[in-house]
């Protein structure tokens, strides 16, 4: 029996999250499967020979949608088709989320060393990341953008307007995840698009700090993982000293349900 719910112990407000109650099941199964993408208007069909498929599962796949994350609605083990005719799924998100967890304002919190990994979250929303196929094509220029978390707004090269934008950001809880492990900092931002931000983290601030999206400047994404932390440090909330991981809560808790684990309180 699974068991899904909160109280309260000595360890005050305080989740450890449980391995699947069920064996995840690694060989895969083929079948024919629908699956519903936000703002397309039908599910589309994909085939599967990769993974074992569940409705409710999500998915990455092949083909003009394959940045989107969509969920599975529909499994099929009977079909005959023309496999040429058929885009496939390319990847599952079903990674465990391990560790001990606290809420922090609309964050789980967690200093655990195996707390879930920036590579793992990045499954959930992003496809596989494509090698690189020519080195020269990555052009890193600069040191890039540094920020003081006692004082954000003071960062240089702050555009006021963008940094109004970063504040509606965190209260509209857009940043869905940041990490920090040896002072080299992970985070991703849900925009247009998810954008993956990289840093240090040292002497109370940010630095070196790149984000993937195209704005040409101190973004909005950066200030606002800056804003997130700034705060939590300054109301005692997070030991910058330590390594952590931050995670939106809506998303933490669709992952424990998606990947039927169970939170022992
Ligand atoms: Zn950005």
């Not at 989740?15 to 499967?33: D, R």
């Not at 920036?118 to 090698?131: D, M, Q, S």
């Not at 002497?203 to 040409?216: K, Q």
Request: glycine residues 8%; contains cysteine; negative net charge.
């Amino acid at each position: 029996m699974r068991i899904w719910g909160f109280g309260k112990d000595d360890r005050q407000d305080t989740n450890a999250v449980q391995e699947p109650q069920t064996e995840a099941c690694e060989t895969p199964v083929e079948s024919l499967v629908s699956v519903r993408f936000d703002g397309v208007g039908r599910d589309l069909t994909y085939f599967n020979d990769s993974f074992d498929l569940k409705a409710g599962d999500r998915v990455f796949v092949s083909g003009k949608l394959e940045d989107k994350v969509g969920c599975v609605t529909a499994v099929s083990r009977k079909f005959r088709i023309r496999r040429s005719d058929y885009e496939c799924v390319i990847a599952l998100a079903q990674t465990p989320v391990r560790g001990t967890y606290r809420p922090l304002a609309d964050k789980m919190l967690s200093y655990d060393a195996d707390a879930l990994s920036p590579e793992a979250f990045r499954t959930w929303i992003l496809p596989p990341e494509e090698p690189l196929l020519d080195p020269e094509d990555e052009i890193i220029y600069g040191e890039g953008y540094a920020i003081p978390l006692d004082d954000p707004h003071g960062a240089e090269e702050v555009d006021e307007k963008v940094f109004e934008r970063a504040i509606t950001y965190c209260s509209e809880q857009k940043i869905g995840y940041v990490s920090v492990r040896n002072g080299v900092g992970r985070a991703f931002v849900e925009g247009n698009d998810w954008y993956e931000i990289e840093f240090c983290l040292r002497d109370n601030a940010i630095a070196e700090a790149y984000c993937s999206c195209p704005y040409p400047g101190l973004c909005k994404h950066l200030l606002a993982v800056a804003v997130t932390l700034s705060v939590f440090a300054k109301n005692g909330d997070l030991d910058l000293g330590r390594d952590f991981v931050l995670i939106d809560a809506n998303r933490f808790y669709g992952m424990i349900r998606q990947n039927n684990q169970t939170i022992r309180v």
